[in-house]
């Protein structure tokens, strides 16, 4: 039994490593409520380096050159959507959702925008900070500017 334990613990090692998986600390409260600061966040690394895309709804690790580190963010839009935020509520293609992640926030206001080929929008889940692509030092960011996609949060 002791070296049962041994070779798992060994061999979820190997797994982490192959798998490119980091811990990270959320550095604001850009994500809040679902993410509060201080929280861990475990990122898969490689996962839109191996063909994968980013998806709508998943929240992301990113850095852009003018980053001096990583921040992270949901993906609002993909590559063709149009979107556009109105009493908190975001229209995505035409469809509105009400986000269950985003606290009511009926102030928050954005006109419709299309995402450019190649790029995605992201939002932060507290859309009181702007640290997003509405920011525009950030603005749309490309799909290599993705380093990860969030996994778990504890």
């Not at 998806?55 to 980053?67: F, S």
């Not at 979107?83 to 006109?111: A, C, H, R, W």
């Amino acid at each position: 039994m002791k070296y049962l334990v041994s070779f798992l613990l060994i061999l979820v090692g190997i797994i982490l490593l192959v798998i490119k998986t980091l811990v990270y600390t959320m550095p604001s409260d850009a994500m809040m409520p679902h993410i509060k600061s201080g929280s861990h966040l475990v990122v898969i690394s490689s996962e839109y380096s191996n063909g994968f895309l980013p998806k709508n709804g998943e929240v992301v690790m990113y850095q852009t050159y003018k980053m001096d580190k990583p921040a992270f963010s949901r993906i609002a839009g993909c590559p063709g959507d149009t979107l556009s935020l109105n009493g908190g509520l975001l229209t995505l293609n035409g469809n509105t959702y009400k986000e269950p992640y985003v606290d009511d926030q009926e102030f928050t206001i954005m006109p419709q925008v299309k995402v450019l080929d190649g790029r995605y929008f992201l939002l932060n889940d507290n859309r009181s900070m702007l640290s997003d692509s509405r920011n525009k030092d950030i603005g749309m960011i490309r799909k290599d500017d993705i380093k990860g996609r969030v996994v778990l949060v504890f």
